[in-house]
C-alpha cells in the first residue's frame, strides 16, 4: 500500500449498453439489454434503465425479458466496443505510462508517473476530473466511474461506490474503516463458493473477516487463497500497475442454437476453431505447448480436457489434431451446446521441425501418421441468425441504420446513428440485395473478439 492515493481505477458505466444509446438516438434514456438474445442466452450488460427492473448481468436472457420485457434486447458489437475503447486507452496512456487495461471498458492507471505537481488528494481529484470530462467528449457521450486510492484494491473498490458517473478519493489511513462494514465479497476472489465457506464460519463482512487469524483462514479456505484474504481485509495490497499484460492463453468458443449430435459435424468445427486459435497465435508472434478443449453438454454440464506437447506450436495441423482426440474422450451423444478450443502454456519461439513433418498432416507422439478428417459442411451450424438485434446495416437508398428485429424472412430496421435524430423504420425481405451489414472501415479484423459472457448460464 502506497503513502499517498496515486492509484485510479476507471470503469466505463455499463459500457455494452451505452456505446448501443450512445450509437442509436431512439433508444437513448431507455432499458438497453446486450447479450445472447436467444433462449440460450445470458445478460453481458445491462443499461442502468433496465437496472431498475432487476436485469444484472450473467441473468439469463429469458429471466430479463420476464423483468423487463419492454427492453431492447441486442447482441454485441465488438467493432463498436473496440473503437471506443481503443479511444479511451489511447487517452489514459497519454497522460501516464503506467497503464493496465483489465478488460475493454477498465483499466488502472498509476498517477505516480502521470507528471502532477504532486499527490495530495486535491490535486488528484481535480485531475480525475478533468479525465472523466476529457472521456466523455472523446467517446461521444459515454461516462466513467472513477476510484483512487493507495493500493489496486483500494482504487476498484472506490469505482463503484458512487457509479454511475462518479469519482471517489480514498484518502490514505482510511482504507480499512471504509472496507470493515462492506460484505467479504468485496474482496477479489470471494466468489459464491468462498463466499458460503465463510459464511458457515460466522463471517460476512470485513471486519469480521479483519478478526480472523492467518491459520483460521488458511484452514477455511486454504493457504494461497487465505492468506490473500488475510492481507486484503487489512488493506494490504502492493501491487504494481503493470503496463503490460502478457496473454496466458489464446481460445475460441461457439454456442450453438441447436445441441450438436454428429461427432465428424463437431470435429469440423474444431478443426475450424484450431485454425483460428492458431492465426491469432502466429500472429501476435506466439506459440503453445497446451491445448485445451471446452464442451458444455445438452444438461449444461461444461467438460474440459488438454494435452501437453513436449514442444511449443503454432501449426493449425498439430492443434486441430490434439483437440479432436481429446473430444474422442467425451461421451458426446446426448448433445453438445459449446464447443472451444484453447491453447496455454504460450512462449514467443517454436522448435524447429526436426522430423520433417508437413504442415498439412499430423502425427501421434508415437510418430505415426494421422490424416486430416474429411471436409465437413459447415454453413448449416451457425451461432447467430443473419441479420442480429442491433447489427449496424447500409441501405443502397436509405443509407446507414440497425437491425430492430427479423423473423419469418423479414428484417426491420430502423435508420438512424449517432450522428442523426431517430429516423423511419422500414421492412425488407431477408434477402434484399439493398440491404447490407456495414463495419467501421477502420476496425483492427485480426483481433480476437473476446467473449461478452457465456451463451448460457451454468445451473
Known amino acids: 500500500m502506497r503513502k499517498q492515493a496515486s492509484v485510479l481505477h476507471l470503469d466505463l458505466d455499463a459500457f455494452f449498453a451505452a456505446v448501443e444509446q450512445r450509437d442509436k438516438p431512439s433508444l437513448r434514456g431507455k432499458p438497453v439489454v446486450v447479450g445472447g438474445v436467444g433462449g440460450r442466452g445470458v445478460v453481458a450488460t445491462a443499461s442502468y434503465e433496465a437496472r431498475r427492473y432487476g436485469v444484472r448481468s450473467a441473468m439469463s436472457t429469458r429471466e430479463a425479458r420476464s423483468r423487463c420485457p419492454h427492453a431492447a434486447f441486442l447482441t454485441g458489437r465488438f467493432h463498436a466496443y473496440r473503437a471506443s475503447s481503443r479511444t479511451v486507452m489511447a487517452l489514459l496512456r497519454d497522460v501516464s505510462p503506467l497503464v493496465e487495461p483489465l478488460s475493454l471498458d477498465e483499466a488502472f492507471v498509476d498517477l505516480a508517473q502521470a507528471g502532477l505537481p504532486d499527490l495530495e488528494v486535491a490535486t488528484v481529484t481535480d485531475f480525475a476530473e478533468d479525465l472523466r470530462a476529457r472521456v466523455h467528449d472523446a467517446t461521444g457521450g459515454l461516462t466513467a466511474s472513477v476510484g483512487i486510492g493507495t493500493s489496486k484494491f483500494i482504487a476498484k473498490v472506490a469505482s463503484d461506490l458512487d457509479k454511475p458517473d462518479g469519482l471517489v478519493v480514498v484518502e490514505p489511513g482510511t482504507e480499512v474503516d471504509l472496507l470493515r462494514p462492506m460484505r467479504v465479497t468485496v474482496i477479489p476472489g470471494v466468489g459464491p463458493a468462498t463466499d458460503e465457506r465463510l459464511r458457515r464460519a460466522g463471517i460476512h463482512t470485513v471486519a469480521d473477516l479483519e478478526r480472523v487469524s492467518l491459520d483460521e483462514l488458511v484452514r477455511l479456505v486454504g493457504r494461497a487463497h487465505g492468506t490473500g484474504l488475510f492481507h486484503l481485509a487489512r488493506a494490504d495490497d502492493d501491487r504494481p500497475v503493470v503496463a503490460e499484460r502478457e496473454a496466458k492463453s489464446v481460445s475460441v468458443e461457439g454456442t450453438y442454437e441447436t445441441d450438436l449430435t454428429d461427432r465428424k459435424l463437431m470435429e469440423g468445427l474444431l478443426t475450424r476453431q484450431a485454425a483460428d486459435v492458431a492465426g491469432r497465435l502466429r500472429a501476435s508472434g506466439l506459440s503453445g505447448r497446451t491445448v485445451t478443449i471446452k464442451v458444455r453438454s445438452h444438461d449444461f454440464t461444461t467438460l474440459t480436457r488438454s494435452s501437453t506437447l513436449p514442444e511449443p506450436t503454432d501449426s493449425s495441423a498439430t492443434i486441430g489434431r490434439l483437440a479432436r482426440g481429446l473430444l474422442g474422450d467425451l461421451d458426446t451423444s446426448g448433445g453438445v451446446r459449446l464447443l472451444g478450443v484453447g491453447v496455454s502454456g504460450l512462449a514467443d519461439w517454436i522448435q524447429d521441425d526436426l522430423f520433417g513433418e508437413s504442415a498439412g498432416t499430423g502425427s501421434s507422439e508415437e510418430g505415426a501418421e494421422v490424416p486430416e478428417p474429411e471436409p465437413v459442411d459447415l454453413s448449416a451450424v451457425s451461432r447467430r441468425t443473419t441479420w442480429g438485434p442491433g447489427q449496424d446495416v447500409v441501405h443502397d437508398e436509405l443509407g446507414r441504420g440497425w437491425v430492430w428485429g427479423s423473423g419469418r424472412g423479414v428484417v ?23 440491404l447490407h451489414p456495414w463495419r467501421l472501415p477502420e476496425a483492427d479484423e485480426d483481433l480476437p473478439e473476446k467473449s461478452m459472457a457465456p451463451e448460457e448460464p451454468d445451473p
Request: proline share 13%; hydrophobic share 35%.
Open 412 to 434: 426491420t430496421v430502423r435508420f438512424e446513428t449517432a450522428e442523426t435524430p431517430a429516423g423511419p423504420v422500414r421492412s425488407y425481405a431477408v434477402d434484399d440485395p439493398a
